[in-house]
């Protein structure tokens, strides 16, 4: 294990520190209890096993090279090269498996200070001069706990950290990575952020509320591609009326809970295709009531139809 040196006035050149350090099998480091509130560290093992307990701000877990396994809330997620899985501490515990394969990843955790001014500057960006409002803007822990893909920009990014923590020294102080992190991981995550603030409730709780509920009717959506789903269910889970939900439903997405799975029945239509389906096996399978129906509904979409689409 290697942390990264600079000098006293180096690291006095900012009123925030960074921890940064990499850490294998031959590391003895088990208590993170004393990181500072930002840190980034890689990481690499064939097997791991581990229980996390997020603290406040937000945790990015990317894996560059092979697997990582969390268990979120007992719903499995599988953190594979090129994606990432976002954490705070709305989960007071984190389950994480390696198993029998050479992973390299990295865990960075960004304190809501840096978050929160961030996001006020880029959703308030005329509001020059009231910055001690910032801490108005603190988000719903839940918003940004969520898997996704990271872009060719913060795919190269996040790779090159992995790269030098630990074993190459940094031009600059690490607080700068950390800065340059929460920039890529705010503009990939921009829609979702927006979203949560479209929401026209007065009281900040009200919106969180909302929001959460938002959230987990949209996730029940992405759980419900191949099966038949009933909005009145779904809102019925997130104990809204039918109404309610579509309407705040489409004003924080921008889209209605129906076009909403129709889109990604579409989507994931293109990557059953990769597995050498028919389009009428896929169309069977994404529960279209027949080819047409579904060809319509794909053109609708990419504005060509199955047979002229071209991956």
């Known amino acids: ?27 003895n480091r088990t208590d993170f209890s004393d990181l500072a509130p930002n840190s980034i560290i890689s990481s690499c093992f064939t097997a791991y096993e581990s229980q996390i307990h ?18 979120l809330k007992g719903k499995k997620s599988e953190v594979t090269a090129g994606k990432y899985l976002l954490i705070n501490e709305s989960e007071p515990r984190l389950d994480v498996k390696i198993k029998c394969a050479e992973t390299w990843g990295m865990c960075a955790n960004i304190e809501p200070a840096v978050l929160n ?112 789903v009933n909005i009145g269910q779904v809102a019925d889970e997130c104990c809204l009326s039918e109404f309610r939900f579509f309407r705040l439903f489409k004003q924080c997405f921008e889209v209605s809970p129906y076009q909403y799975l129709f889109r990604r029945r579409i989507e994931k239509s293109l990557e059953l295709k990769k597995q050498n389906l028919s389009w ?25 139809s199955p047979s002229q689409y071209v991956f």
């Open 54 to 71: 997020p603290t406040t701000g937000l945790g990015v877990k990317y894996v560059s090279e092979g697997k990582e396994t969390y268990w």
């Open 1 to 27: 294990m290697q942390k990264a040196t600079f000098s006293k006035k180096e690291m006095l050149f900012y009123n925030r520190g960074c921890d940064v350090f990499h850490l294998d099998h031959a590391s």
């Open 117 to 228: 001014d961030l996001i006020f500057q880029v959703l308030f960006p005329n509001k020059l001069d009231e910055m001690n409002q910032v801490q108005q803007y603190l988000l719903s822990p839940e918003l940004l706990v969520r898997q996704a893909t990271a872009s060719d920009e913060l795919q190269q990014f996040l790779n090159r950290l992995i790269g030098f923590v630990g074993t190459h020294p940094n031009e600059n102080p690490p607080i700068e990575l950390i800065y340059e992190l929460a920039s890529l991981l705010v503009r990939e995550n921009l829609p979702l952020i927006g979203s949560y603030y479209k929401l026209g409730a007065s009281k900040r709780t009200t919106r969180q509320e909302l929001f959460q509920r938002l959230l987990q009717g949209k996730e029940m959506l992405d759980d419900s591609v191949f099966s038949e």
């Open 280 to 304: 009428g096996e896929i169309a069977y399978q994404l529960n279209f009531t027949d080819l047409a129906a579904f060809s319509k509904g794909f053109k609708k979409i990419t504005g060509v």
